[in-house]
């Protein structure tokens, strides 16, 4: 019996265990999700985060966020700001450099004087990077060209299905 029950899963045990006390229908209350920098969030990527706890994820992946006022602030068009960015959109860029193998700066965010719409910098979906040789080769070589967006910036969607646009001074990328 007791090599029976090392085999079982302690959820499946504990469920037996409240089962056996009357209460058929007890079942474990759902993990509730986290913020913190160390937690992984894969099924989550509409989840709005801090600009603290984006930050903290791109820094540990080794992708700086630049600003050229040198701030982080949401309301100042200067500063580049992750604040309430999508997880997913986090997630994209730190898959984009590690698949790339390419050094990524961010230099866009979620701070106001980006275009509006729905899937926009402000609503967190998506980040600008710096125009660099080996990231241009990268998204070039390895996402399909689908032509010129409306201002002229030439355009390539990943298979993931993230638009890719190569504008004058930088890459905005839009992850959905």
């Not at 302690?10 to 937690?39: F, I, K, R």
């Not at 982080?72 to 200067?78: C, E, K």
């Not at 984009?96 to 275009?115: D, F, M, P, R």
Request: glycine share 10%.
């Amino acid at each position: 019996m007791n090599r029976l029950l090392s085999t079982i899963p302690l959820a499946a045990l504990t469920l037996l265990a409240l089962s056996s006390c009357g209460s058929p229908t007890a079942t474990l209350p759902e993990p509730a999700p986290t913020d913190s920098a160390d937690a992984p969030i894969t099924s989550l990527s509409g989840t709005k985060l801090s600009d603290a706890v984006a930050r903290s994820r791109v820094t540990a992946a080794g992708i700086p966020v630049v600003s050229s006022g040198n701030c982080s602030t949401r309301s100042n068009s200067s500063c580049t700001s992750l604040e309430q960015i999508n997880s997913g959109t986090i997630d994209g860029i730190i898959t984009l450099k590690q698949a790339s193998g390419c050094a990524v700066n961010i230099t866009g965010g979620t701070e106001v004087g980006h275009a509006s719409g729905t899937y926009s910098h402000y609503n967190g979906y998506k980040v600008d990077t710096s125009i660099t040789t080996c990231i241009s080769g990268y998204i070039t070589r390895n996402f399909t060209y689908i032509g010129l967006r409306g201002d002229g910036a030439p355009q390539y969607r990943s298979a993931a299905g993230n638009i890719y646009a190569k504008e004058s001074n930088h890459w905005d990328i839009l992850y959905y």
